[in-house]
């Protein structure tokens, strides 16, 4: 457009001739002479109005912007970046930086890093203050609702930014403000944000809130530090009995599973040395109900045997016999008897 406004200073500067010119006529026509003609004169505004109105008919939106046309006051058309013509006196054209992330920061200034504790001061859900600043990203969605919908739209949102946050900050104990709450607290600022920017038909999207620093006021930071210093020993401590805890709990399990596996096993080995003894009773009660002397002589003899085995003396007490016989050695009942 500077290219334009040369030319249009070119052109202005020719009509400027062409009156001084038909002024310096009129002059000589005061001592007799012919004066300007007036045709020319017509021609030239013509001229003139004619390249000022073709300099203005053409336009330009660059690759960040968009352009919002109005006609006598008129929403029309929003232009994409590139060249574009326009209605010359009739359309005005408003560019927008729709395609560049804005940003506002609240409680410091971005380039000092000067605090500001009028906005970054605020009370939390136990009535204790947090210092809370933070950076809020956005974009122009919707450029027509951008211009028109608000005479200053980045202060409204710096006061609905500064608002919710307050909000939000005010329903949280500190504790949660200054440690583990902070990226649940960006989270829910930046919906509660873009639903009353909605409400208000800004034409703004949201791209990201971000507590850049949350910390307590200086006067009272020393105590928490020293709450913060204790909170870590407590989560420490804890993290060491978790830990033992993992590694004690598998091994008593594992000594408990196999001692009930050891228990079962035993269970089910007596279990069938039972039943392999009630069998063999039975197998005995068979043959002595068929024979009774001999199955109860033959138990008798197999029982002594197995007693005896193991036995280093033996003494035999015959009943026709007064005194004691002893018997020497490791022999067998059945050959004792036989001698």
Same mark, same amino acid.
């Given at each position: 457009?500077?290219?334009?406004?040369?030319?249009?200073?070119?052109?202005?500067?020719?009509?400027?001739?062409?009156?001084?010119?038909?002024?310096?006529?009129?002059?000589?026509?005061?001592?007799?002479?012919?004066?300007?003609?007036?045709?020319?004169?017509?021609?030239? %505004?013509?001229?003139?109005?004619?390249?000022?109105?073709?300099?203005?008919?053409?336009?330009?939106?660059?690759?960040?912007?968009?352009?919002?046309?109005?006609?006598?006051?008129?929403?029309?058309?929003?232009?994409?970046?590139?060249?574009?013509?326009?209605?010359?006196?009739?359309?005005?054209?408003?560019?927008?930086?729709?395609?560049?992330?804005? /940003?506002?920061?609240?409680?410091?200034?971005?380039?000092?890093?000067?605090?500001?504790?009028?906005?970054?001061?605020?009370?939390?859900?136990?009535?204790?203050?947090?210092?809370?600043?933070?950076?809020?990203?956005?974009?122009?969605?919707?450029?027509?609702?951008?211009?028109?919908?608000?005479?200053?739209?980045?202060?409204?949102?710096?006061?609905?930014?500064?608002?919710?946050?307050?909000?939000?900050?005010?329903?949280?104990?500190?504790?949660?403000?200054?440690?583990?709450?902070?990226?649940?607290?960006?989270?829910?600022?930046?919906?509660?944000?873009?639903?009353?920017?909605?409400?208000?038909?800004?034409?703004?999207?949201?791209?990201?809130?971000?507590?850049?620093?949350?910390?307590?006021?200086?006067?009272?930071?020393?105590?928490?530090?020293?709450?913060?210093?204790?909170?870590?020993?407590?989560?420490?401590?804890?993290?060491?009995? /978790?830990?033992?805890?993992?590694? %004690?709990?598998?091994?008593?399990?594992?000594?408990?599973?196999?001692?009930?596996?050891?228990?079962?096993?035993?269970?089910?080995?007596?279990?069938?040395?039972?039943?392999?003894?009630?069998?063999?009773?039975?197998?005995?009660?068979?043959?002595?109900?068929?024979?009774?002397?001999?199955?109860?002589?033959?138990?008798?003899? /197999?029982?002594?045997?197995?007693?005896?085995?193991?036995?280093?003396?033996?003494?035999?007490?015959?009943?026709?016999?007064?005194?004691?016989?002893?018997?020497?050695?490791?022999?067998?009942?059945?050959?004792?008897?036989?001698?």
């Amino acid at each position: 457009m500077g290219q334009g406004n040369g030319d249009f200073d070119q052109y202005a500067e020719k009509v400027r001739d062409i009156f001084s010119a038909k002024k310096k006529g009129n002059g000589r026509s005061g001592g007799g002479g012919a004066g300007a003609d007036p045709k020319k004169i017509l021609l030239g %505004i013509l001229i003139f109005i004619a390249v000022l109105s073709g300099l203005k008919a053409f336009y330009t939106v660059e690759a960040d912007e968009e352009g919002v046309v109005t006609r006598f006051g008129k929403y029309i058309h929003t232009s994409q970046p590139g060249l574009h013509f326009k209605v010359p006196w009739v359309d005005q054209v408003y560019k927008v930086k729709s395609k560049r992330r804005q /940003e506002e920061v609240f409680g410091y200034r971005a380039r000092t890093r000067e605090q500001v504790n009028s906005e970054s001061l605020m009370l939390t859900g136990d009535l204790n203050l947090a210092d809370v600043e933070w950076m809020v990203q956005y974009e122009i969605s919707d450029p027509w609702r951008f211009l028109f919908r608000a005479a200053d739209v980045r202060k409204a949102i710096r006061d609905v930014s500064m608002s919710v946050m307050r909000r939000v900050v005010g329903d949280r104990l500190v504790g949660e403000v200054l440690t583990t709450g902070r990226m649940e607290i960006a989270t829910h600022v930046k919906d509660l944000m873009q639903e009353t920017l909605d409400q208000y038909d800004l034409g703004i999207r949201l791209t990201t809130v971000e507590l850049q620093s949350v910390t307590p006021p200086d006067r009272v930071k020393a105590a928490f530090n020293d709450v913060n210093a204790a909170k870590q020993e407590q989560e420490q401590a804890i993290n060491r009995a /978790e830990r033992k805890y993992n590694s %004690i709990i598998p091994e008593a399990r594992g000594k408990a599973e196999q001692q009930i596996a050891e228990a079962q096993a035993y269970a089910k080995e007596a279990v069938n040395k039972a039943r392999g003894d009630a069998n063999r009773f039975k197998a005995q009660l068979t043959e002595y109900k068929k024979a009774p002397l001999v199955t109860r002589k033959r138990l008798y003899i /197999e029982t002594m045997e197995e007693v005896l085995s193991n036995a280093s003396n033996v003494t035999v007490v015959d009943e026709g016999v007064k005194g004691l016989m002893p018997i020497y050695g490791q022999l067998p009942v059945a050959n004792q008897s036989a001698k």
